[in-house]
């Protein structure tokens, strides 16, 4: 859905209405859910009263360097209730992607630049793979000798990773620039990840060289905003996309995603967008609803 005009969820009668419309919500969770190791207040309460409800709870995250196991463990962690299959990645995303909407070959590899998050998920799945943490040692001089084409690599990954370094990049260009048919993935294109109460470069950052080297862009991009993530999700849970709404802090990332997939969105003021940038004038990303806090919905339960 596109809208506007947000309606700003301030009172109990018009959260209620608002629940009783969606029959599934997907949640970002960094900004929304958490800052880090802090569950934000009332959250814990909302996410109980909206399994009362019967409500469909789907946490949908950019952030690749974690598998759902390694999700589930935050969640368990910080007192939350979820389930695996409740848990949606962008490296879970990316390996669904790969062999239930691509149908990648199984005798093919995919080059892997970024963390465990993506190798445990692409090996959940049954799919070959090299790189990561294998290449997490730079190259020690001008040897290129090793670098060289495989015809077995039918795709390159790349998500976050904080051990990038010129071999992965050199790996990568090459199977790519070697061979026109092997598919270039991005697990997402945040071009920065926040951290610490500031900003670094996301893996749409990292992810640049690439771009660059190769003078074209990535096959297919995954995760939010880009619509092949939402279309893994709705044909996995078999989602009314009239009856779903996203919920997420970023304009950029999360409500264009709603946007771009055809759902309703609700913004929460906790994380990086704020109140006056979808009541500017020229406001060019404006969610369906906004709210203070996820939290706030605590305030209906009787």
Known sequence: ??????????????????????????????????????????????????????????????????????????FQRLGIEAYVDEIFGSAYASAYYLKNVLDFPSDKKVY????????????????QYIGSAADNESLKSMDFSKIVPDPEVGAVLCGFDLYVNYLKFAKAFTYLHSNPNCLFLLTNNDTTYPANGSIFPGTGSLAAPLVTALNRKPHCVIGKPNKPMLDCIVKKFHLDVKRTCMIGDRLDTDIQFGINGGISSLLVLTGVSQEKEILANDASIVPDYYIKSLGDFATIIE
């Open 1 to 74: 859905m596109t809208t506007t005009i947000s309606i700003k969820l301030e009172t109990d009668v018009a959260r209620r209405e608002f629940i009783d419309k969606f029959d599934a919500f997907l949640l970002d969770c960094d900004g929304v859910i958490w800052e880090e190791e802090i569950v934000l207040p009332g959250v814990h309460e909302t996410l109980k009263y909206l399994r009362s409800k019967g409500k469909q709870l789907l946490f949908v995250t950019n952030n690749s360097t974690r598998s759902r196991d390694a999700y589930l463990a935050k």
């Open 112 to 127: 892997v630049i970024g963390e465990s998050g993506i190798t445990d998920e692409l090996a959940a799945e049954g799919i």
